[in-house]
């Protein structure tokens, strides 16, 4: 399916949209991966790497569930006031804790 897309959108009707949109849908492609596509072909007309690995991420969990502290950070030794409820418990591997629950 080969598409002639101009510019400025000449030549380029509402069926011609509509037909693109049925086959990528098709093709389970959305605009997100269309527009990168878009982006990928133009930065290797002017050869420019596209896909550059990231450095570091910031992931936002906003799910819920217990806290850190409840989980990983147990601080066993830590004054009550401090320190999760739970109990920290060994794993078969040596020196790691994990909680109870």
Do not use: Y
Not at 42 to 52: E, L
């Amino acid at each position: 399916m080969a598409a002639n897309f101009a510019s400025d959108c000449e030549g380029f009707n509402r069926r011609n949209f509509l037909r693109i949109g049925a086959g990528a849908g098709l093709l389970g492609l959305s605009l997100p991966e269309l527009l990168k596509l878009e982006a990928h072909a133009a930065a290797k007309r002017n050869g420019v790497s596209a896909s550059k690995k990231a450095d570091s991420i910031i992931m936002v969990w906003l799910a819920g569930g217990p806290a850190t502290i409840d989980m990983w950070d147990l601080k066993p030794d830590a004054p009550e006031g401090i320190r999760g409820e739970f109990k920290p418990i060994n794993t078969s591997a040596a020196g790691i804790q994990i909680s109870e629950h």
